[in-house]
């Protein structure tokens, strides 16, 4: 299932900059091939700078097949000082891989259009020499400026992070992208940036703890050994400084600037989240739109703090859903931007109560919620994207996994509570000038959508693991796994029939999806007579989902052809998009709609795209920069009157041979 | 050294010293629940510019084991401010904000520790200042070969000597090829630029001549004329063709600063309180690298998965002798080996370097292998058979103030803790009812043993072979085999060593060390137990606990790092300004110290 690149992760993004070195480093990555095959073939070429096409010396250039059935094999060179690289002795292949890096330098790869998409594949038979083949890098682009505060000293340690604007299924919105740290000088830069439009925030989250809630510190003691002196100089870092604010309540300090004291009315000060320029909403930021490679400098913030109130209330529901429960206060419009956006966060008592000190003026969501997901796109280097989060999201359960549905680089993270826990609950407010003490969240259970596994006969039966996907891709509904009637997380099912379900499901629409399960594909999943596969459920009126059965079965379609200009065989590639003819799954598929494909072909054409469910499809070849083009139904609506309709019957069904005129 | 001169300056001097018990032990264990008090601590942060400027929005902490938990406040716009309804106890006070370094109450410098407060019910600790010292930057440009901005290279600057306790923070190059380390303590480092990833893989670098010849062969094959993608031949080659030389295999090792993949041959940067050091800048090199092949191999059956692979470099100068150096210095490599028991280490640059196996199956125990080895420029093999883990045994002996039941024998555990660094499984051994015990699975290394969940109030004084306390002299357990006859002593009886330093007036003088180091010069190695320093409190009152007996000198120091106790140079200077101080097993001594001269 190549378009579900999926891969659980023990910990989700909790890596900080601080993290302490590994005593043994054990290099990661498996080892490829040490001794490859070798051949009669060979490729050569040089590597350029786009913007100048002058050679690049010291570029690693990285060839990579994986025969069928054989092992990944791997070729690396260094370019000359004349930026040349000569691989001789190649075994022949159909899909060599040719990718080019270098610091400094956004990824780059032969008909790679983005520094993160995809490379065109090479086809090299028995002694044929590819030469001249052409490599460029560009340079990324960065933005960079000053934090000082409204006494104009430079705030050190303040973070910032940028926000990219992506389309997600056919939306425009606001990513998470990469973060820096200003130095003790408050300069910072956020390098790494590919071409688009951003808007830059230094984030501020108001942590509040209740002093009741507060883990002990390590104490001091005087005639300790200097052993003992030196542990604890480094126990006074590790100690989480809580600010004591009265009433029990106490502040985490120290992760975001620190506010002022309060001022002459004795209101407590705390600084707000802020965008570019210096405003208090994405909507109202000056976006930045970055060209290719350029460096912009100048992104200064001052900030200013500003006179807060305290918000106050109590979750209702059930005692053991009320309890120690991450509260969090997001600004209205920023409840899709996940961890690090929130204004403020806090932790309910056992008796539900709950509390946010400085909170500034504006209007906000107070949330509580067991499952959420972020969706982050990764820069050169892949720089941290996070920043401190005082107050954790208790993960019991965390995912990363590619969306294809998105430009090349976009991942999501899903985050979900133990899958026993299922309330969630929002409630709207303002907060003008004055306390707001009797807040009441009303917290609900959501919906439940359980079923059945089936296997097809001679099917291999296997572990496996569904999840329910948001369908028009809000991140603020999660990424949900279920739980199965073996008691396992995710879903799985081991064998024959098993059961499945998952709860809490929140007002929205939601596609089951096969996460992991081995060579199994989802042959059909039925509800109430209807087939569901990529059709979503609605879950909005909070009603339950039984008895829906989900139906696997093993085997991978194919379908393989060649695209052609004309009559004319191509020159230089192009890419080919697989859709549905069904124009109701062009939109609202979730993150991965598995009827949606796109791969680039060989320089001289030739395609294969394996795993499609069965189903009736159009296959349209375009120019290979449109190979994301099906991101805007649009694009698909006007293409579908000269694509080359193509029909899988089930899901081993094979279609080679097909033939496509590029789509201008 | 300045350091070390004002060390030597300050000489103490005894007062008579009666000998007797001390006042009962302070400290206990941390209380249950949050208590209050009447104490007061307040005080002041400012720079420590001559101009003392206030600095606010700092946050001060105190920690205590009169506390539940530290407190934080911020100091407000005058740097002023107070921590109220204190109980009694033991307080450490810290101040950071950022750019400056962190500031303990009582520390002579950043990074050192602090006096602890003593406050007695309704004591108000008032004036007290804490001065921020700006912390120090070291930036610089990372290039590669060719002069290039070098991105995304990982810097990590590496301080000597263990006054630091954190390895660094490792920070990146940005796309021009800048960094900025920068809260850094006054001392020496020694900066190290590496290649993210740069071990797993290993590149062939051809020259432009090579490339050349390369392209006029191809040429030469007729048909396969190399006229770009679309056009690149499909027929097979014509005649054979000659074998292309291999390209050498380069890698990127670390560089360190100014440009050396040597660590011994590193520049040490020296920095001075709050200095901003630029141009310290690396250039990258691909060096030409060796590898480490070969296969590890067991006679009792199939190479268990379990078994990893540890390469250490062979360190030469400080490093030598100090294992926390050399590490951070030069972080040990580590691979594991295939099913059929193969591994390699790519881009291993050369040097002496020392390979050790190690593995813990079900069914064979502890096995180890080891071999020393230079590694030059090209792929050095190794065999590496696993031989069982060796065995020591032994007997407990006990001596307590109330004898020990053999039911509670067996409550006793012990362990070897390998005092060189050298990757190893820690071994552990039950004390049987019979009081004998046996470690199995050791693998050669340097090892005292230590003891594991003994019974409250119990511990480890000494553990004997052949006449030799292994406690202060280390067993180096190799090759040659078994140790047999081990007896370790344990006993809930306390020592300690304890008294007040005193000043001028006969004022207590918390703004030393005290030192205490056997007067056996023998003993003065790395980690010594007999090798102590404390702070006194701000009352001049210091204790050593559970020293064994013996005899001892203690000396008050106005100045030292913790890093000069495993330099025996450093405690041979103290010597003639130390008093001599005989401890009998398990006693209780006294003695006061006065500083000379005032």
């Not at chain 1, 948001?470 to 098993?498: K, N, Y």
């Not at chain 2, 190690?358 to 590496?384: H, K, N, P």
Request: glycine share 12%; proline share 9%.
């Amino acid at each position: 299932m190549p378009a579900l690149l999926l891969t659980a992760l023990a910990v989700a993004f909790t890596a900080s900059p601080g993290a302490r070195q590994a005593r043994v480093v054990v290099p990661s990555a498996p080892p490829p091939d040490a001794r490859p095959a070798s051949g009669t073939g060979a490729i050569t070429g040089v590597v350029l700078d786009a913007s100048t096409g002058r050679p690049l010396a010291n570029a690693t250039v990285q060839l990579e097949t994986t025969p069928p059935g054989g092992k990944r094999q791997l070729f690396l060179q260094i370019t000359t000082p004349t930026g040349r690289f000569a691989f001789i002795d190649l075994p022949a292949s159909d899909g060599y891989l040719l990718t080019a890096t270098k610091p400094g330098y956004l990824d780059g790869g032969h008909g790679r259009r983005d520094p993160r998409g995809p490379a065109a594949p090479l086809a090299l038979t028995d002694g044929q020499w590819i030469g001249d083949v052409r490599v460029t890098l560009g340079r990324p682009g960065s933005i960079a400026g000053t934090v000082v505060d409204e006494t104009g000293q430079p705030v050190v340690g303040a973070y910032v992070r940028v926000m990219p604007r992506v389309m997600l299924a056919g939306r425009a919105e606001w990513f998470i992208g990469g973060a820096a740290r200003t130095d003790d000088r408050g300069a910072y830069r956020i390098a790494g940036l590919g071409p688009g439009r951003y808007v830059v925030t230094v984030p501020s989250v108001q942590a509040t703890l209740a002093a009741s809630a507060t883990p002990p510190a390590p104490g001091a003691s005087a005639g300790t050994s200097m052993s003992d002196l030196r542990a604890a100089s480094a126990a006074d870092r590790a100690v989480r400084q809580l600010v004591d604010a009265g009433d029990g309540q106490q502040l985490v300090a120290g992760r975001y600037a620190v506010p002022p004291p309060p001022g002459p009315d004795g209101r407590r000060m705390a600084y707000p989240i802020v965008f570019y320029p210096n405003v208090a909403t994405p909507a109202d930021a000056t976006p930045i739109d970055l060209e290719p490679g350029e460096s912009r400098q100048g992104i200064d913030f001052q900030l200013r703090p500003v006179a807060t109130a305290r918000v106050a209330g109590v979750l209702q529901g059930p005692a053991e859903a009320i309890a120690g429960q991450i509260v969090r206060l997001l600004s209205v419009g920023l409840q899709e931007l996940g961890e690090g956006s929130e204004v403020a966060t806090a932790v309910s008592l056992t008796d539900g109560r709950f509390t946010f000190l400085d909170v500034p003026d504006g209007r906000y969501v107070v949330e509580v919620r067991h499952a959420y997901a972020e969706l982050a796109i990764s820069t050169l280097g892949d720089p941290s994207t996070a920043v401190p989060v005082p107050l954790r999201f208790p993960a019991h359960r965390a995912m990363s996994m590619n969306v294809s549905a998105a430009p090349p680089g976009v991942h999501l993270a899903a985050l979900q509570d133990d899958a026993e826990a299922s309330f969630w609950g929002r409630q709207s407010i303002v907060v003008s000038g004055r306390d707001v003490d009797d807040v009441v969240v009303a917290l609900t259970g959501g919906a439940t959508l359980s079923g059945r596994i089936e296997w097809a006969p001679g099917t291999p039966t296997t572990s496996v693991s569904l999840v329910l996907e948001p369908a028009d891709a809000r991140r603020s509904l999660g990424v949900l796994g279920g739980r199965t009637s073996g008691g396992a997380r995710g879903a799985r099912g081991s064998r024959g029939i098993d059961t499945f379900e998952f709860r809490g499901l929140m007002a929205g629409e939601y596609i089951l999806r096969l996460m992991f399960g081995g060579e199994a594909r989802v042959e059909s999943i039925t509800w109430q007579g209807h087939d569901y596969a990529e059709r979503p459920f609605d879950a909005s009126d909070g009603h339950d989902i039984t008895d829906v059965v989900v139906r696997l079965a093993s085997g991978t379609s194919t379908i393989a052809g060649t695209v052609t200009e004309g009559a004319a065989p191509l020159a230089a590639g192009a890419a080919v998009i697989a859709f549905p003819a069904d124009p109701g799954r062009w939109s609202n598929y979730g993150f991965n709609p598995a009827g949606l494909r796109s791969v680039l072909t060989t320089p001289d054409g030739r395609f294969r795209i394996d795993g499609l469910p069965a189903g009736d499809y159009l296959l349209v070849g375009v120019p290979s920069e449109e190979e994301r083009a099906w991101l805007d139904p649009e694009y698909l609506a006007a293409r579908a009157g000269r694509a080359t309709p193509v029909r899988l019957d089930d899901l081993a069904s094979t279609r080679e041979g097909v033939m496509l005129r590029i789509v201008r | 050294m300045t350091r070390t001169t004002l060390a030597f300056a300050i000489v103490a001097a005894v007062t008579a010293a009666p000998v007797g018990h001390a006042a009962q032990r302070r400290g206990g264990p941390p209380p249950p629940r949050e208590r209050t008090g009447t104490a007061v601590i307040a005080g002041r942060v400012v720079t420590t510019a001559t101009s003392a400027t206030p600095v606010a929005r700092a946050l001060v902490t105190i920690t205590s084991d009169a506390l539940a938990r530290g407190r934080t406040v911020i100091t407000g716009l005058d740097g002023a401010f107070a921590f109220g309804g204190l109980p009694a106890g033991n307080y450490t006070l810290v101040a950071a904000r950022p750019p400056y370094v962190a500031a303990t109450y009582g520390a002579r410098r950043p990074g050192q520790p602090g006096t602890p407060i003593t406050l007695a019910d309704g004591q108000r600790f008032a004036d007290v200042t804490l001065a921020l010292a700006r912390g120090a930057a070291i930036s610089g440009i990372v290039r590669e070969g060719d002069g290039e901005p070098a991105a995304g290279v990982r810097l990590e600057v590496v301080p000597l000597g263990t006054a630091t306790p954190d390895p660094g923070i490792p920070i990146e190059t940005d796309d021009r090829g800048m960094y900025r380390a920068f809260g850094l303590l006054p001392g020496r480092y020694v900066v190290r630029a590496t290649i993210p990833n740069a071990a797993a893989r290993e590149l062939a670098l051809r020259s432009d001549d090579e490339i050349d010849a390369i392209l006029t062969r191809l040429r030469s094959r007729g048909a396969g004329r190399g006229r770009g993608i679309a056009g690149g031949s499909r027929g097979p080659a014509a005649g054979p063709s000659r074998p292309a030389p291999p390209a050498a295999v380069y890698g990127y090792a670390p560089v360190y600063y100014p440009g050396t993949v040597d660590p011994d041959q590193a520049a040490v940067v020296l920095i001075a309180e709050g200095e901003d050091r630029g141009g310290v800048d690396i250039a990258l090199q691909a060096v030409r690298v060796g590898a480490v092949a070969g296969r590890v191999t067991w006679s009792g059956g199939e190479v268990p998965g379990t078994t990893s692979l540890t390469l250490v470099r062979e360190m030469t100068g400080p490093a030598a002798r100090d294992p926390v150096l050399a590490e951070r210095l030069v972080p040990p490599a580590g691979a594991r080996p295939g099913p059929d028991g193969t591994f390699r280490f790519g881009s291993v640059l050369p040097g002496r370097y020392r390979l050790t196996a190690r593995t813990v199956s079900q069914q064979d125990g502890v096995l180890w292998a080891l071999a020393d080895l230079t590694v030059g420029a090209e792929e050095a093999e190794v065999t590496l058979a696993l031989q069982p883990g060796l065995r020591l045994t032994g007997r407990a002996v006990f001596e307590g103030d109330v004898p020990v039941q053999p039911d509670d024998v067996t409550r006793f555990r012990l362990r070897l803790v390998e005092m060189t660094g050298a990757p190893v499984v820690a071994p552990s051994a039950p004390v049987g009812d019979d009081g004998r015990f046996v470690f199995t699975g050791i693998s050669p290394g340097t090892y005292a043993p230590a003891s594991m969940f003994a019974p409250p109030g119990w511990w480890l004084r000494s553990a004997f072979v052949s006449g030799r306390d292994l406690l202060d002299y280390p067993l180096d357990i190799g090759p040659a085999g078994d140790v047999n006859g081990m007896v370790a002593t344990f006993t809930n009886r306390h020592s300690e060593l304890s008294g007040t330093l005193l000043g001028a007036g006969a004022r207590p003088a918390p703004d030393y060390f005290i030192v205490v180091l056997p007067a056996e010069r023998a003993m003065w190695r790395p980690g010594a137990r007999r090798i102590q320093a404390v702070r006194p409190g701000t009352d001049g009152h210091f204790a050593f606990a559970n020293l064994p007996g013996g005899d001892y000198l203690i000396a008050a120091l106005a100045d030292m790092e913790v890093s000069d106790l495993v330099d025996p140079a450093f405690l041979e200077q103290l010597v003639p300004a130390a008093v001599p101080v005989h401890l009998d097993e398990g006693a209780r001594v006294a003695q006061d110290l006065r500083i000379a001269g005032r």
